[in-house]
């Protein structure tokens, strides 16, 4: 079973009595977020083997925090879009297995609104992404259109960021959304390296 590593640390500036969590967490996660930016950036989309590590990728996390039934604002979408990332899964002849374990210790306490933060904000860049799926040549590829194809539902993700822009930055409830978007974060980039090969048995080397 694979747990989520420490995220690497960043040097932050003490939040003042003017910052909202919106801009806290914009800037304390800027660097983990920039890590997950390279890791999806560097995946060949227009591949097999690139997109299938994406949906993997996508099918894990976005599966844990279904099963967890985290998010608030999330929750729908992140059903829906681990259920699109299994169905071209198959599509790709990629059997993953979705072990009930795999993270579930680091994942079962994340705060809700870490989990909006994140999962909301990945969709702004939906369609870049499709952009670079659809270049490709490769009729399989091409057939996995379910979750690059997946709607965007904008007002989602201005209502969650009107909510953490009426909330203080400092406190306890503030730490605790941070360090929880940011644990999200590297839980998205290490999972990206899992082996997209490995086969629905019960020795599975996962990640």
């Known amino acids: ?5 420490t995220p690497r640390p960043q040097r932050r500036r003490w939040p003042s009595a ?3 969590l919106r801009q806290r967490l914009k800037r304390d996660t800027s660097n983990l977020h920039m890590d997950l930016d390279r890791v999806v950036g560097a995946i060949d989309f227009a ?3 690139g ?3 994406f949906l993997v990728m996508q099918r894990i996390m976005l599966g844990m925090l279904g099963r967890h039934g985290l998010g608030d604002l999330a ?3 992140i ?3 681990a259920l699109r990332a299994k169905f071209d899964l198959h599509r790709l002849s990629a059997r993953i297995p979705f072990q009930p374990n795999l993270l579930s210790n680091d994942l079962a306490d994340l705060h809700s609104e870490a989990v909006d933060y994140v999962v909301l904000g990945s969709r702004i860049g939906a369609e870049h992404l499709k952009r670079r799926w659809k270049v490709s040549r490769d009729p399989e590829v091409q057939a996995a259109r379910s979750f690059l194809t997946a709607p965007t539902d904008t007002e989602l993700w201005r209502s969650c960021v009107r909510d953490l822009q009426g909330k203080a930055a400092q406190g306890a409830h503030a730490d605790r959304v941070v360090d929880d978007a940011r644990r999200l974060f590297s839980g998205f980039a290490q999972t990206a390296s899992c082996d997209p ?9 996962s990640c």
């Not at 090969?197 to 080397?205: I, S």
């Open 18 to 20: 003017h910052d909202s």
């Open 1 to 5: 079973m694979t747990t989520l590593m």
């Open 197 to 205: 090969h490995y086969k629905e048995t019960g020795n599975d080397r």
């Open 51 to 53: 997109l299938t590590r």
């Open 79 to 81: 059903v829906e879009l």
């Open 47 to 49: 591949s097999k083997a």
């Open 75 to 77: 929750k729908g979408t």
